[in-house]
């Protein structure tokens, strides 16, 4: 596609249950990231991957939030038994190599809320 | 453990004039560094970047000065005009770390 697509913009959801956030990256780019941004914050890097393998996932806060690129351009970020900490602005973003020194295209975001 | 800092949340400017954001970072291993601009509801967009190797970089009305012994960055906006007001995020990159965003500052360009 033309930019980065993230689906759906907006998510309410209760604490407890679990969510997915998808994300379309820009079509040929090999890398995706996954940002989280708290209000009045810049965003926070969570995960990143090349192809379809998580080159670095330090950023995931713990083991309720996982992501999957099973075919190497779509992904989808997974956070089970929301909190309501979990509340944020979801940002992926993609580049075409991964290098890095390349900038950053990100998508309009996913406005999580947990309620 | 913020290692880039954007130490002013907001910042006013009158039309025509310059608008400078500034920018300071702890990790001496960051050698690439960008700034972006942030719409509501929109996801940041890429603006200017600048490699450790200059200490300059220009792109119409927008400049960044890289200041690496001060580990500084700023970034110039003139003339400043009303659709230059967003937030504006620093950020930086080496090679062990992806890109590591300041806080924003929300830059106001006032008729």
């Known amino acids: 596609g033309a930019g980065v697509s993230q689906t759906p913009s907006n998510k309410v959801t209760e604490k407890g249950k679990y969510v997915e956030l998808r994300c379309d990256p820009i079509?040929?780019?090999?890398?995706l990231y996954w940002y989280r941004q708290s209000l009045g914050q810049g965003p926070e890097f969570l995960i990143y991957f090349q192809g379809t393998g998580a080159a670095d996932d330090s950023g995931l806060p713990n083991d309720r939030f996982f992501a999957v690129r099973p075919e190497g351009s779509v992904s989808t970020l997974k956070i089970q038994r929301t909190e309501r900490g979990d509340s944020a602005v979801y940002l992926c973003?993609?580049?075409?190599?991964?290098?890095?020194?390349?900038?950053?295209?990100f998508g309009s975001g996913t406005q999580l809320s947990v309620l | 453990d913020q290692q880039v800092k954007q130490n002013s949340p907001s910042l006013s400017v009158q039309e025509g004039r310059i608008s400078i954001l500034n920018c300071d970072y702890t990790n001496s291993m960051f050698d690439y560094f960008l700034w972006y601009k942030k719409y509501p509801a929109e996801g940041p967009t890429f603006l200017i970047s600048?490699?450790?190797?200059?200490d300059k970089n220009e792109d119409g009305r927008f400049t960044v000065f890289l200041n690496k012994s001060a580990k500084h960055l700023s970034l110039h906006i003139v003339p400043s005009q009303p659709g230059d007001s967003a937030v504006y995020f620093c950020?930086?990159?080496?090679?062990?770390?992806?890109?590591?965003f300041g806080q924003g500052t929300r830059l106001t360009i006032n008729p």
């Open positions: 600048i490699s450790s190797i200059k």
């Open positions: 950020a930086a990159s080496s090679r062990a770390q992806k890109l590591v």
């Open positions: 079509s040929g780019h090999t890398a």
């Open positions: 973003a993609s580049s075409l190599t991964g290098g890095y020194n390349e900038k950053l295209f």
